[in-house]
């Protein structure tokens, strides 16, 4: 146990960095259509989530393109997707329908579920040190554990760069 007065303690405001072999922390959100998912829906499957600063912009649609169309191999080894923003539903709603994305987007407006998996902190945008969404990506296995934790990923080639640490063609 980690004493929080220990000069060694990691500061309080510090993001979690989740590893492989961690527990993937559990969650439930809204989706572009406004129901409940919850990371417990899909026990027993292999799952990636990856979490992205704001749809419709262009790194994020380039992203969202590259993973829709991937999903054929992706799910075809058994894989779910799941996009995951601090957008709104209906932002959410909006972008699926503008760039035909036929996998889950989530909606995560307080930033819990970002913050649970260390995709929220601070980053480097053209030389500035600012607080926001760190785009990462995590590979679930089918017991609810940390398979690949990325942080800090490009938007393009990333889903291409995945694929081949997945060994999916």
Known sequence: MTNSSSPDAPAADAPVRLSPGDSAPAFTLTDSEG???SLADFAGSKVIIYFYPAAMTPGCTTQACDFRDSLGSLQGAGYT?????KDSPSKLREFAERDALT??????????VHQAYGAYGEKNSYGRMIT????STFVIDENGTIELALYNVKATGHVASLRKKLKIA
Request: proline share 5%; charged share 15%; aromatic share 4%.
């Open 103 to 112: 996998f889950p987007l989530l909606s995560d407006e307080n930033l819990a």
């Open 132 to 135: 926001g969404v760190l785009r």
């Open 81 to 85: 997707v799941l996009g995951i923003s």
């Open 35 to 37: 129901a409940s998912v």
